[in-house]
């Protein structure tokens, strides 16, 4: 099986696994803050993929969210080191953690394959609608096997734009202070509840721009692919190209990438 297939069926079986259990009690904890929640099906379902993955590429990497150093100090390093690693895998095993908490249809599996750093396979998956995004390198951007593209807009006028709540506060400030710029322009704004899944219908064009601040690889570098192949354009806020340790994101139609990065300046994180 290719890398592609081989990323899809692995996130088709988590997501039915996460879907499974939706509802069913599961223990609730709390990290960085009583706004980080996570539970024991976020740590199963990275399991899960991690030994997927290990049994077909014994030799790869894994950055998973729910890693034990995933949350500290050691956190960029280890970002740092995965951009020479010949092969990492990086992973969210639920995105929209709280969407899921809440029984909110709206959280995905996120998988990326990075090769030195670059971007080289992304699959999103939203078990609640079976919808499955992905892309490859050079071989264009696919949602349940249709060719994708971002959307035509080329004002915020024209274009639903979404951002995301950090768990951390004063990232979750900062997404505040910028709507203030950035809400009276568009045609509407969503907060649907997963970086991953805003990064998604982005390249489908349901969107035509998401940004947030306070991100890590795992919520965004399947999706920044998918955007890419797509026809889309994503950076930093300052406009800077994507790395793995891009923390503040855009990501758009492209057309509309300066507009927002014009209005998001001021917030100067
Ligand atoms: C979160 C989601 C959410 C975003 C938060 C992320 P998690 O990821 O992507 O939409 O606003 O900043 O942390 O914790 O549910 O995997
Ligand atoms: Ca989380
Ligand atoms: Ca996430
Ligand atoms: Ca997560």
Same mark, same amino acid.
């Given at each position: 099986m290719s890398v592609i297939e081989t990323a899809k069926a692995i996130a088709r079986e988590a997501g039915a696994m996460i879907k499974s259990h939706m509802g069913t009690g599961f223990i609730t904890e709390t990290k960085s803050?009583? /706004? #980080?929640v996570v539970t024991e099906i976020d740590k199963a379902s990275e399991q899960l993929i991690r030994q997927r993955l290990a049994e077909v590429y014994p030799d790869h990497a894994f950055l998973g !969210?729910?890693?034990? /150093?995933?949350?500290? =100090? !050691?956190l960029q390093e280890r970002l740092e080191l995965a951009k020479s690693e010949p092969f990492v895998w990086i992973v969210d095993?639920? #995105? =929209?953690t709280n969407n899921y908490v809440q029984g909110i249809p709206g959280f995905t599996v996120s998988i990326a394959l990075a090769c030195h750093g670059e971007l080289i396979a992304g699959v999103i998956y939203d078990p609640c609608r079976d919808d499955i995004f992905w892309a490859e390198k050079g071989k264009g951007a696919f949602q349940n096997g249709e060719p994708i593209h971002v959307s035509p807009a080329d004002s915020l006028g024209q274009s639903v734009v979404s951002t995301g709540f950090p768990s951390n506060t004063k990232m979750r400030q900062a997404v505040i202070d910028s709507l203030e710029g950035i809400a009276p322009q568009c045609r509407s704004i969503r907060s649907l509840g997963s970086a991953a899944l805003h990064l998604a219908y982005v390249a489908s064009g349901r969107l035509g721009a998401f940004w947030e601040y306070g991100l890590n690889a795992w919520d965004i570098a399947a999706g920044v692919l998918i955007i890419e192949e797509a026809g889309g354009k994503v950076s930093d806020t300052l406009g800077s190209p994507y790395s793995l340790?891009?923390?503040h994101v855009i990501g758009s139609n492209g057309r509309i990438h300066n507009t927002l990065l014009e209005t998001l300046k001021p917030i100067g994180i």
């Open positions: 803050s009583s /706004f #980080d !969210e729910e890693e034990s /150093f995933a949350h500290s =100090g !050691e095993p639920i #995105d =929209g340790t891009v923390k």
